[in-house]
C-alpha cells in the first residue's frame, strides 16, 4: 500500500496513462470478463450486428482470472479489434483496453521476486482469482510456492518463464502493455474505469482506486469532476448492473457464476442498448 504522501500524480493528458474518445458519438463499454471466453465471442457477435459507423468501444478490465478459458479470451479481444478497426471509418484508436484487476494483479505477479513478502502476495492472489491465468501461461502454484522458500533466484526463474510463456502468444505481451487506467470523451461526458474511483481525489491522483475502487464511489451523489456519468466495469461487492443518475455499474458476474454485459452509451450518458452474454 503506498502511504497518502507518497502517492504519485500523473497528467490526465498522458496517452500512456489515460485513452482519450471522441465526444458526441456512441461508446460500447464492456464489464469485467474474466476468462469467460464464450460469453465474450456471443456478446462479440451481437455487437458486431449492433455497431454503427463512429461507435468507439471500451473493455473495462478483467480479462483474465477466474474463468479457464484465459488463453482464448485474450485471443478473442484481438480478433474482434482487427475487425473491428476494418470497418470504414473506423481508427485504430477506436478500441481501447482498460488495465483490470486482474491485469494488475498478473503485472505484480511477473515481479513476485521484489515483494518483501512473496509466499504472503502469492497466497492473497490466488484467493483473488489469479490462479487461472497462471495454470493458462504454463506455471505451476505448487512450484510456484517451492520457488518462494527456495529463495529469490528461483522465484526469479519461474516468473521469468511465465513472461515468456506469455511471449509465445501472439499479440499477449502486446495487449498487456498498452492498457490503460481509465478512458474518457474529449467533451468529458463520459469516464469510464475498471472498479470506480475515490470522489475526494482528482482523476490523476486516483493510484490503486481504479483497480479496487473505493466505499464512497457507489454512493456518489454528484457528478464528478464535471463528468456527466462514470461507468465501472467491476464490482467487488457483486451488486450487479445498476444505472444511476452519475455512476453506472456494468458488473453481472462473469467468470463468477454471472453473466457478462456490455452497454452503448450515447454522448448524453443515456444507455442506448444493454446487450448481456
Known sequence: MIAE???????VSDPNIFATLRGGGRVWAVAAIRGEWQRLRTLHAR?????KPGDQVVYLGDYLGYGSAVLE???????FRRA????????????V??????????????QLQFAPNPAEVLRWMVDHGIGPTIAAYGGNLDEGMTCVRDG???????????????????????LM???KHAAFTDDNALLFTHAGLDPTRPLSAQVDAFWWGSNDFAGLAEPYSGFKLVVRGSDRRHGGVKIGPHIATLDSGAGQSGTLTAACFGSDGNILQLLEA
Open 84 to 95: 473491428f478497426i476494418a470497418r470504414p471509418g473506423v481508427e485504430v484508436d477506436d478500441v
Open 97 to 110: 483496453y482498460l488495465r483490470g484487476a486482474q491485469e494488475e494483479m498478473w503485472q505484480k505477479l511477473l
Open 177 to 179: 502493455s498498452v492498457l
Open 73 to 79: 479470451t485474450i485471443d478473442e479481444l484481438l480478433v
Open 5 to 11: 504522501a507518497e502517492r504519485p500524480s500523473v497528467s
Open 47 to 51: 455487437m458486431a450486428a449492433e455497431c
Open 152 to 174: 529469490i533466484l528461483a522465484l526469479t526463474r519461474w516468473t521469468s518463464q511465465l513472461r515468456q510463456n506469455m511471449r509465445n502468444f501472439d499479440g499477449h505481451i502486446t
